[in-house]
């Protein structure tokens, strides 16, 4: 029997398991001093100051408290690229907003400061970038336009832990940034997300938001009593709010995953070297353009390019390999209600883009099928 090879998996084991042994002996589950630790060693690993940083359940939420956040309703327009996840959409939708999608480069899939400032009107509130698979945005451009017209900058860093562009990792360098930490993310931890605000005054508005309105409280943040308190049950809410907090649980897998995550970034990029090394020299295969050289990149995806896509995906099936493409443009959802959009180089990339299977529990003979069957299927159709 031949083992399905998995685009996407968690590298978890007895460390982890260990760690969540401690927070059930703790007694206590909820949000507490292991999701502190957690938003600490994130904040350090991307040497920044922890008090810019605030866990949540998931990258979805910290998108949609952007939102909140920076005042999207009906006189907004808020741009995005159009290969983008569905939770840009989503958000921007139901706060009232416009979405408005702008195209994106035909090989690396990001936006750039060309094509969003083609969108941009006197509505324009926000921008809501992606890296894509890792690979940063040319950002300075960008930051340049938004500030010129005074436009805040959301970094949707979901598949971007760790990419530095010019030594400032993304999702610190616009005015807010979130991350995923979900089942298919390089770091797991079962479901989870970070957000980074600049400024930091916005990050106790953003933790009443997201536990209920409720006034932050020293410490672990959940509900505790003092002897001095009067009635200390009394509930009083700051704003309406949400309830969107990581638990313990999360928080102590996160730490362990951290510690781990420098070598899981050096594994994918040595995946990601050997997929260039032996698919270069197929001419009916478009690879990765190459990075440049003031960014790294967490090699979240490898995308390659081929007017055969959806014969070599389902050739990759039948050989036990599992593909896909990420992510399906905005403006082809139909629940987004965008119509006539011209976005050739989208257009391009959702007919002609696959994801391979790229995550740091690859084997080197799991690695080698994948280019074995790549090879045999360009003999075959081409």
């Known amino acids: 029997m031949v083992f399905m090879i998995n685009i996407f998996q968690p590298a978890l084991g007895e460390d982890e398991l260990a760690a969540v042994r401690d927070v059930f002996q703790s007694n206590w589950i909820g949000m507490g001093q292991y999701v502190d630790e957690f938003c600490k060693a994130f904040a350090t690993h991307l040497n920044r100051s922890p008090n810019h940083f605030l ?187 949400l309830r969107a907090t990581m638990n313990n649980i999360a928080g102590a897998l996160g730490v362990v995953q951290l510690t781990k995550l420098n070598d899981f970034i050096e594994r994918r990029r040595a995946i990601f070297d050997l997929y260039s090394s032996e698919l270069s020299h197929l001419d009916w295969l478009r690879l990765p353009p190459k990075l440049k050289e003031e960014c790294s990149s967490s090699y979240y995806f490898f995308h390659v390019q081929l007017t055969k896509r959806d014969e070599l995906a389902a050739f990759l099936l039948d050989n036990g390999i599992y593909s896909t493409f990420r992510y399906w443009p905005l403006h082809k959802i139909k629940a987004f209600g965008i119509r006539g959009a011209n976005l050739p180089n989208s257009e391009y990339i959702s007919q002609h883009t696959l994801n391979l299977p790229l995550h740091q529990s690859l084997t080197d003979a799991e690695v080698g099928r994948v280019i074995d069957a790549v090879k045999r299927f360009g003999k075959l159709r081409y």
């Open 55 to 241: 866990a949540t359940t998931s990258c979805s939420e910290g998108i949609f408290l952007s939102a909140y956040l920076f005042g999207f309703d009906s006189s907004s327009e808020i741009i995005a690229p159009a290969i983008s996840f569905v939770a840009v959409g989503n958000t921007i939708i139901s706060s009232g907003a416009r979405l408005v999608l702008c195209d994106v480069d035909r090989f690396t899939c990001n936006a750039t400061a060309k094509f969003i400032a083609e969108k941009i009107t006197s509505k324009t509130k926000a921008v809501i970038l992606n890296h894509y698979g890792g690979v940063p945005c040319n950002m300075d451009p960008i930051i340049e336009l938004c500030k010129a017209h005074d436009i805040v900058v959301i970094e949707d860093s979901a598949c971007a832990i760790k990419s530095y562009y010019k030594g400032r990792a993304c999702g610190t360098i616009g005015d807010m940034g979130v991350w995923s930490f979900g089942p298919t993310k390089t770091i797991c931890t079962g479901d989870g997300g970070m957000i980074y605000l600049k400024a930091e005054d916005q990050i106790p508005v953003a933790r009443e938001r997201l536990y209920h309105g409720l006034p932050a409280r020293k410490n672990s943040g959940t509900d505790s009593a003092s002897s001095g308190d009067k009635q200390w049950w009394e509930i009083r809410i700051n704003r309406f709010g």
